[in-house]
């Protein structure tokens, strides 16, 4: 092994963590969409999971409901929080998180809702 690589695979972890420690405070741009995404990817990740979990509890016209506001859910995100211009497509990561973190909830509700009490299709 070169001693770049050897150097790169030495120096990678430590660069990895220190843009994680500065997510308090990010100094710049990057570092705050650094911080943004993994906030965001681990928000969906949760919201897909719940999915999942609230999608196995409902009955066959339930989980058509689901994926019809799942699906009316991705287009009102998609308006809201990105766009194109001049070739070029722009995510505002901050309206993305917020807006998954509320659907989130939303359906975390709905599991709520189907475990306690049955669930009920008209909510979803």
Request: glycine letters at 4%; one cysteine or more.
């Amino acid at each position: 092994m070169n001693k770049i690589a050897l150097l790169a695979l030495l120096i990678l972890p430590l660069l990895a963590h220190q843009a994680y420690a500065t997510c308090d405070k990010p100094t710049n741009d990057f570092e705050g969409i650094y911080c943004l995404d993994k906030i965001y990817l681990a928000a969906d990740q949760e919201l897909n999971d719940v999915y999942k979990k609230l999608r196995g509890q409902l009955n066959a016209a339930g989980k058509e409901a689901l994926k019809a506001g799942e699906l009316d859910w991705i287009s009102s995100r998609s308006n809201q929080c990105s766009h194109h211009q001049e070739g070029e497509f722009f995510v505002n990561l901050d309206c993305a998180t917020k807006t998954t973190v509320d659907r989130l909830r939303f359906l975390q509700d709905r599991l709520r809702e189907c475990t306690s009490s049955g669930c009920q299709n008209s909510k979803l």
